[in-house]
């Protein structure tokens, strides 16, 4: 009989690309070990129809940080009949299956299809994509990106390019007043009547990015740099060097969130409560005086 992994906290412990990460790593294990995988209900089976059996029962539970207890835990051989938690943001894990990891992750066909036909129009152009994170950023090392940095390289691309278009994906649209001399496009411009959540449209946009992408410090919009297969040039912003730094997502020294903080952003780690008013007050001066 085979044995069983699950993970009985999918789809609640994170937000979608943590469940992504998440579950390859669950997917590449139980296949590499010949063992059952089951999962409870999450947002997967709808966009990828990646459905297993939902799990028969608990199972003692198997807390994994780094990569590296894995490796020890599993030295002398497989452990199976687990339930695993942790986040598996550690591209080691999925350096060895590049192509089936982007494969895993392609919507299905009656999301694909509409998706695919309403981005087409774009597909002749150079198109450069940015991603801003705003809702829960603002404390520790999820920081927002720096504004400047990103016009200042976006303009520089754009005189490089014959027809450049601009897509943002961003959960303040509000940003976009920024940019306007570039007439941004978002999801709201492009998409309309895809089943499926708005984010994830923002999510499919960023892997189809063919010129320029530039990430926020967020798994979200590296998850999504992982499934671009268009090779543009990628980008994310470092908060200490205050530029924005090129990456290879699919390097396995590549961090998908980098450690980075400032003093101010610290303090907001120890109090989110005040950072989240204070953020909101000055998002709203910010995006007036746009």
């Keep these: 009989m085979k044995k069983i992994i699950?993970?009985?906290t999918l789809g609640q412990n994170g937000r979608f690309a943590n469940q992504v990460f998440q579950y390859a790593?669950?997917?590449?294990?139980?296949?590499?070990?010949?063992?059952e995988l089951q999962t409870p209900h999450w947002i997967g089976e709808e966009l990828f129809g990646l459905k297993n059996n939902p799990i028969c029962r608990d199972f003692a539970r198997l807390v994994i940080n780094e990569k590296s207890e894995l490796d020890q835990t599993c030295r002398l051989t497989s452990i199976g009949d687990v339930d695993f938690w942790g986040y598996f943001q550690d591209i080691s894990y999925y350096i060895n299956y590049k192509n089936e990891f982007q494969k895993l992750f392609t919507p299905i066909e009656k999301i694909k299809h509409p998706l695919t036909v309403q981005w087409s129009p774009l597909i002749s152009k150079d198109i450069i994509g940015l991603h801003l994170r705003y809702g829960d950023y603002g404390y520790g090392h999820f920081y927002e990106t720096p504004l400047d940095i990103v016009s200042a390289k976006i303009e520089e691309k754009w005189t490089q390019l014959q027809s450049p278009v601009l897509y943002i994906a961003t959960d303040d649209l509000r940003v976009c007043k920024k940019f306007k001399k570039f007439s941004p496009l978002t999801s709201q411009d492009i998409f309309s009547n895809i089943p499926c959540p708005d984010f994830y449209l923002d999510f499919w946009a960023l892997?189809?990015?063919n010129k320029l992408l530039i990430t926020s410090n967020?798994?979200?919009?590296?998850?999504?740099a992982m499934l671009n297969i268009h090779n543009p040039e990628m980008f994310r912003p470092s908060i200490l060097q205050k530029s924005l730094i090129?990456?290879?997502p699919w390097n396995p020294e590549t961090p998908v969130l980098l450690n980075e903080s400032t003093k101010l952003l610290n303090f907001f780690k120890k109090y989110i409560r005040i950072a989240r008013i204070y953020n909101k007050i000055r998002r709203s001066i910010l995006f007036h005086s746009l």
């Design 25 to 35: 790593f669950l997917y590449f294990y139980a296949q590499k070990y010949e063992m």
């Design 218 to 224: 967020s798994s979200f919009s590296f998850a999504a």
């Design 6 to 8: 699950t993970m009985k």
């Design 246 to 248: 090129p990456f290879s």
């Design 207 to 209: 892997s189809n990015i």
